[in-house]
């Protein structure tokens, strides 16, 4: 039975992401998107994911080439809908702190500096696994996109919940328990 496409994208709205931009070289010049769909990978080695549509200008820049994945700020909405294709008034913030590396954007929550790893077939989009190189974490709050539009965090818990369940890694007292 065949999905729905748009229904199928209303669904997938309902899972909260952040919001990052990947940013590379092409034509000489840096090139960026719009991301949500980012994940971590692996730890050892340190690898990081991201999906881009198959037609995405970027798209054609990313094979074999470095790529940063810049995790905006709750203020960088403009920056987020310009890389999206709604040019804001101003350039972006261009940052290169390595020349061996993609370009980076100021003022973003974190930066994630990537050589090439793998990637993979993603029906219309492609997978590309990207070997972490270096990273910065500059603080502050999260641009939140969720159900189509761009939302706030909420109060932050305490402790994380599931640090008392069996299913955090780091819990020793589960095993002690046994």
Sequence with gaps: ??????????????????????????????HGATVNAFSAVSLDPALVLVSLDRRSKISKYLEGAPFTVNVLSEPQSEVALHFAGKPMAGAPDWRRPDPQLAPQLGGALATISCTPWRCYDGGDHVLYLGEVAGFEVDGGDPLVFYLGGFRHLGPVYQAAPWLQSGDSPGVSWFAASL
């Design 1 to 30: 039975m065949p999905v729905d496409p748009r229904a199928l994208r209303r669904c997938l709205g309902h899972f909260a992401t952040g919001v990052t931009v990947v940013t590379c070289d092409g034509d000489g010049k840096p």
